[in-house]
């Protein structure tokens, strides 16, 4: 779900990403030949008390045990507990994804996310209504389109500053490319340019930075040193 582009003066180092690109693509057009298509929805759905636990991985104990959480069912997302402290846990599947992800229709992808209010009150209708029109056996076309037109009539909640979310679990399984990638923090912003956080740029934190152009705002990763139970993540950025 993140890719990222640096700049660099060093022939070494262009002709190392000249390489890594070519080894990405590849594996990109191999992931869509594996994941063309949805596939049964049971591969997507968890054991309710596991699905229940494992959002809570997102983020910090002292934030995860006082926010709803919210579980996929068959008919959609739905909120399994109750929360009191504004925060929304969940588990984005794979069609949480940019529309060009490979691993769109990947059925193992479990992306465990805690956002705050600001962010759940934009991003859940989102997921809501892209779960729902996936469920309902739409194209990742028409679910795009229907969106793009939903954004047109202001049926969503604008986004609002001081919106992010904690993605520091372990457990997670965000594509085929990364696994678990590193423990990370996300801004979601209005559409921004990348350079306007120096997303990519040497010794930036902002590692990453892509656009969600029909759901209209950029989002920012910043990635950090523990995972969410205290332990170190690994410093590599893949």
Known sequence: MRRTIRGTGAFATFVLVVVVSAALRAHAQDTKTRYP?????????MERNAEIALPRTAAPESISRDAEVMVLGRHGYESAVKGKNGFVCLVWRSWAAGIDDPDFWNPKLRAPVCLNAPAARFNVPLTLKRTELVLAGRSKSQMFANIETAFDKKEFPPLEPGAMCFMLSKQGYLSDA??????????????????SWGAGLPSSPVV????????????????VAKWSDGTAAPTDDH
């Open 37 to 45: 298509s949805m596939a049964s929805l049971d591969q997507y759905l």
């Open 178 to 195: 990364d696994g678990h990638w590193r423990p990370h923090l996300m801004f979601f912003v209005p559409l921004a340019e990348p350079a």
């Open 208 to 223: 990453v930075a892509f656009t969600d152009t029909p759901e209209r705002h950029t989002i920012f990763l910043i990635p």
